[in-house]
Nanobody, 124 residues
Framework: QVQLVESGGGLVQAGGSLRLSCVAS????????MGWFRQAPGKEREFVAA????????VYADPVKGRFTISRDNAKNTVFLQMNKLKPEDTAVYYC?????????????????WGQGTQVTVSS
């Protein structure tokens, strides 16, 4: 079992940047694929980005390509989401996710562990 704790959310003006962090507990972090999902008010949860266990392969949802970057530091048991050129439609609760096995995934049911989420609000 692994515990995930997100941080770095907040209120930012459109066009600004935020960096989200997710710290994982346990000794096997390097064996897990990691990712981020988000859920806006009144909408379904959607995929944002994911990264392979070794950090050498990433996937992004189309709405965030070119603006968001996912990365990880296995030595620190941490995954990051750098968000640039933020838009009001990026407003959502962002969740860190993890799955044992190594490969990255874009579907929520394939992840084993979820954090509690961190709120990101982008004003016009």
């Amino acid at each position: 079992q692994v515990q995930l704790v997100e941080s770095g959310g907040g209120l930012v003006q459109a066009g600004g940047s935020l960096r989200l962090s997710c710290v994982a507990s346990g000794r096997t972090f390097s064996n897990y694929a990691m990712g981020w999902f988000r859920q806006a008010p009144g909408k379904e949860r959607e995929f944002v980005a994911a990264i392979k266990w070794n950090g050498r392969s990433t996937v992004y949802a189309d709405p965030v390509k070119g603006r968001f970057t996912i990365s990880r530091d296995n030595a620190k048991n941490t995954v990051f989401l750098q968000m640039n050129k933020l838009k009001p439609e990026d407003t959502a609760v962002y969740y860190c996710v993890a799955r044992r096995g190594g490969s990255q995934y874009t579907r929520a049911p394939l992840y084993d562990y979820w954090g509690q989420g961190t709120q990101v609000t982008v004003s016009s």
